[in-house]
């Protein structure tokens, strides 16, 4: 199994994690205690961090006799990342979350779940209607800071004052000293804490809201990382200017990531940064899993009450942890400015944390943040395909009068804006007759956005519906195909987004049929050289079934904006949507 310690350097915990890594359990013990008789063994995985604590507790507890309804309970605490076990119930539910890929066959599914956030528990109910783990309440707390080396961080003002949003938004917007990082949001929910905090104060700056985001987004992506301890590697390691011209200058964090980087007594140590409103905090949620036998469900409410005891706040803070109300207790080393309490409450599903938190827990807000992240980070080449049918000039209400064209425009033009240069972009339009015998037409071919921008800008909004013009999808279908497979590049992902508001093909010169189109795309599909195809349907009239079979074949997905008014969203979605790859 692989093992992520956060806060590096934190070595009692480490030596002991070492134990997981192999294979032997945590705090495993086969009692025989009187009155109890039998065993059931209660299977939990919790995240790293916080295992070392939840298996002393438990070990106590056994020691002292535990039982459930007169059998006796063993404990198996077994440290895995939460990203792992995500990919293991989204698997087992047949959902994909956005960036987890498959499950890597290290870990399996527990009776008990202690992640470092209900965030993941809320993006698999989210995505997953039969998932509904019982209790769920926190356990812990380590609040999501943002971690500077101190001397970057005395240059702001700290510790003399307090820092705020606006200063570290006009740093990452403006200034060009400061070098940001990230964990991959998609995988880590302290980097996801702080990728929707650092979204949610760009929002407020009004008319300058989209492109201070966008501008926040790339400074974060040029420092991402895909592990934590790759990031934290890259903080100063040496005490010269110019090896701190040169680090890591900013990351969203745990206050146990700094905590533990500290403790390992680095050059240059860092400062926590507690800004407000804060990030939502990690909050470990103690998760009984759906489908637990009845017993090992007894003997997990036992558990729970022996880590609600106030002795399993000063083994909390040992491990670099506060317990849930935001307090420390005996051995929490504090950085420097800590305050007590610090942090948010634990997030609900319902999207209220119950207290002012940087961001939100809303699963909506969550989905675009992750699918805008994805469009940004990820570049791809892509061919825009968009329906000039006479349909797409029909107002809509819920928009207040804007036409099916211009909410197509507008989506299409912020996902534009959100591509990088490294991202290759195309733009057709379909509808009936458009010259040559064809139903479709070239405005832009495939090109690097960094040369072709201008000309997909002004292309995309000279659009016009066509007055009485019907809808030749399915030619369209396999003749963009063909294009996009021709020109097929390595190391991208190589896709088709088309919007149409048709029912399906309205052909009035005949072509190809779906039948056609189905054997036509296997005869050429090349698993070596995959080509995805995402179909935007606007409005409620679209037949999806026909459209499923197609992106059956090619691999893609098919989405449906019923309210075309919030095509956004769906656009967004759509332009982020990656092929599941095993991990």
């Known amino acids: 199994m692989r093992m992520k310690l956060r806060g590096a350097g934190v ?42 604590a939840i298996q ?44 987890v890929g498959l499950a890597n066959g290290t870990a399996t599914m527990p009776d008990v779940w202690v992640p470092d956030s209900s965030t993941w528990l809320m993006r698999l109910q989210s995505a997953a209607s039969g998932f509904a783990p019982s209790n769920g309440k926190s356990i812990a707390r380590s609040p999501v800071v943002i971690a500077m080396p101190e001397p970057i961080a005395q240059q702001i003002g700290w510790p003399q004052r307090k820092v705020e949003w606006t200063d570290l938004l006009g740093e990452l917007t403006k200034g060009t ?35 201070a985001q966008t501008a926040v987004l790339r400074a974060l992506a040029v420092g991402k990382s895909a592990l934590r301890q790759d990031l934290l590697a890259r903080f100063p390691s040496a005490i010269d200017p110019a090896s701190v011209a040169q680090a890591l200058s900013a990351a969203p964090l745990s206050e146990e990531d700094v905590i533990g980087f500290n403790t390992n007594k680095p050059p240059i140590p860092l400062a926590a940064l507690y800004l407000e409103p804060a990030p939502t905090s990690l909050d470990y949620p103690y998760a009984v899993m759906p489908g637990t036998d009845p017993i090992k469900a007894k003997a997990a409410e036992g558990l729970f009450r022996v880590l609600e005891d106030g002795d399993f706040k000063n083994r909390l803070g040992a491990q670099h942890l ?22 948010t409450p634990q997030v609900k599903p319902s999207g209220d944390s119950g207290g002012t938190a940087a961001g939100t827990s ?23 395909v968009i329906d000039i049918s006479g349909t797409m000039g029909g107002k809509v209400a819920s928009a207040g009068g804007k036409t099916r064209m211009q909410l197509t425009q507008a989506a299409a033009t912020r996902g534009l804006g959100l591509f990088s240069d490294d991202w290759a972009v195309g733009l057709w339009v379909f509808s009936s007759n458009l010259g040559g015998g064809k139903d479709y037409k070239e405005l832009v071919p495939i090109q690097p956005v960094s040369s072709g921008r201008t000309d997909l800008l002004g292309q995309l909004a000279a659009i016009k519906p066509k007055k009485g013009g019907d809808t030749g999808l399915y030619d369209t279908i396999l003749a963009s195909y063909k294009n996009v497979q021709n020109g097929w590049q390595n190391g991208r992902v190589n896709s088709i987004v088309l919007l149409t508001d048709g029912i399906g093909n309205d052909d009035p010169d005949g072509g190809i049929d779906h039948a056609g189109l189905l054997n036509q795309l296997k005869d050429i599909k090349d698993d070596k050289k995959p080509v995805q195809v995402i179909i935007i349907g606007l409005g409620d009239e679209v037949n999806r079934g026909p459209l499923d079979q197609i992106t059956k074949v090619t691999g893609g997905g098919v989405f449906v904006a019923e309210d075309p008014a919030k095509i956004g969203d769906i656009f967004l979605q759509a332009i982020s949507r990656r092929p599941n790859t095993p991990r």
């Open 11 to 52: 070595i009692a915990a480490a030596m002991a994690l070492v134990l997981v890594s192999v294979g032997v359990y945590f705090g495993y013990r086969q009692v025989s205690q009187p009155g109890c008789s039998g065993e059931a063994k209660l299977n939990v995985a919790a995240a790293s961090e916080i295992a070392p």
């Open 56 to 99: 002393k507790a438990a070990q106590s507890w056994v020691d002292g006799g535990a039982s459930a309804d007169g059998v006796c309970v063993a404990v198996n605490v077994v440290a895995q990342e939460p990203v792992d076990v995500a990919a293991v119930v989204a698997g087992k539910h047949g959902v994909a979350l956005a960036g």
């Open 177 to 211: 000293s400061l070098r940001p990082g990230i964990v991959e949001p998609t995988r880590d929910a302290a980097g996801l804490s702080g990728l929707l905090a650092l979204g949610a104060q760009a929002a407020t700056l009004g008319d300058k809201a989209q492109s």
């Open 322 to 343: 506060r317990g849930p109300d935001g307090t420390w207790g005996d051995g929490f080393e504090a950085p420097a400015g800590a305050p007590s309490p610090a942090g």
């Open 362 to 384: 809303d699963p909506a807000v969550v989905d675009r943040t992750l699918a805008t992240w994805t469009a940004v980070t990820l570049p791809g080449r892509l061919l825009a």
